[in-house]
């Protein structure tokens, strides 16, 4: 029998966000039935609800989320009622090229619940990422399930279902950062501040934060940047360049995903250095780079996918850090909000104000 349960949905392109009644079904094989906790309210929900992913509207928008699994499909191991869970856009099948070259973080293959959750009418929703989390339950498949240690609070822990675990492992996993190491990272949001936090987890000695937003650069010193710059008052590259002896830095993150930065972090990065994108472009940009100046300059051109984690060797390794009081995931979370408040958090995030919203349910 269907769950009947509140969720915030996205009718059409530009439209404001609504809460309305969605119903879940049970789970059927290799599903899971969660209770959602908390939800982070994520750039990624507004680039669905302005159409800038898909239009396969209406969206069940949320997917940054944690919570209690409440049942469990036919075939399902390793998850029971009553795990305290991280939800997973990127399960991992263990059959895949990716996989069976031992590059999981790759994994192909893709991890939807087969059954559809719906409006009252009947209307098919999308689940953003196939998790869909503005929504007292949700139905995923199970290998979107990360059990983590059910001590740390819920609103922390969604965060590293996306948004802080990409900036995280876009400098632990892509960029390799490492005790001694000179690090940029352009863009301080929450995925920059999760790389910024990950630089200084491994040991840099000096990371530089960049952005336009001078309250930005004093959120990314609270989280280790040692130095920052206004990009809007001086130039990135020769500020990098300054801060690391005229070299540039060993490793630069580019956390917006726009032409102009990735190549100020081109041109910032040491020779032999490493750049790594994880700020997500749309479809239009293009890149336009001397290739004299790729070949001559080498090193690594990289890009981030999810911060290259693997959730079920990551997710609980970084929770019990936080536990530890080694990891300050709590400083993300700017405010804690109600479903009917995710509209107005979007507006809050599009103006700079927040580095999370979260949604407690």
């Known amino acids: 029998m269907a769950d009947d349960v509140r969720g915030v949905i996205a009718r059409g392109k530009g439209a404001d966000v609504e809460v309305t009644r969605v119903l ?18 994520c750039h990624t929900d507004l680039h669905y609800r302005e159409g800038g992913i898909g239009d396969d509207f209406p969206y069940l928008l949320g997917h940054e989320a944690s919570g209690v699994v409440e049942a469990v499909g036919p075939e399902v191991t390793g998850l029971e009622t009553g795990d305290f ?40 929703l999308s689940p953003a990422l196939g998790i869909g989390a503005f929504t007292e339950k949700t139905l995923v498949a199970a290998g979107q399930c990360t059990k983590v240690d059910p001590r740390i609070k819920p609103e922390v822990a969604g965060l590293l279902g996306c948004g802080v675990m990409a900036g995280l492992g876009a400098a632990l996993n892509t960029g390799g950062v490492s005790r001694g190491d000179s690090v940029a990272v352009i863009g301080c949001g929450g995925v920059g501040d999760g790389a910024v936090l990950g630089a200084s987890l491994a040991g840099a000695r000096k990371i530089i934060a960049v952005d336009i937003d001078d309250r930005k650069l004093e959120w990314a010193r609270d989280f280790g940047a040692t130095d920052v710059i206004n990009s809007r008052e001086a130039d990135p590259v020769e500020g990098i360049r300054d801060l690391t002896d005229g070299n540039g830095a060993d490793v630069v993150i580019e956390a917006i995903g726009r032409p102009e930065t990735y190549q100020q972090a081109f041109y910032a990065r040491d020779l032999a250095g490493t750049v790594v ?18 070949f001559g300059r080498g090193g690594s051109l990289k890009s981030s996918w999810y911060g290259d984690c693997l959730p079920s060797r ?3 390794m970084l929770v ?9 995931l709590e400083r993300f979370v700017s405010e804690t909000i109600a479903l009917d408040q ?9 103006r700079g104000e927040v580095l999370r919203s979260v949604v407690v349910l």
């Open 24 to 41: 879940v079904p049970d789970p059927g094989p290799g599903e899971a039935l969660v209770r959602v906790q908390a939800c982070g309210v």
């Open 342 to 350: 995710v509209e107005e958090a979007f507006a809050k995030m599009q």
């Open 85 to 124: 869970v991280i939800l997973n856009w990127r399960a991992v099948c263990g059959q895949c090229r990716a996989c069976s070259r031992g590059r999981p973080w790759y994994c192909f293959a893709t991890h939807n619940a087969r059954q559809k959750m719906t409006l009252a009418d009947g209307t098919v």
């Open 320 to 328: 019990d850090l936080h536990l530890q009081g080694r990891l300050p």
């Open 277 to 294: 994108l994880v700020g997500v472009p749309t479809p239009d940009m293009r890149l336009d780079l001397p290739l004299l100046d790729v």
């Open 314 to 316: 990551d997710f609980p």
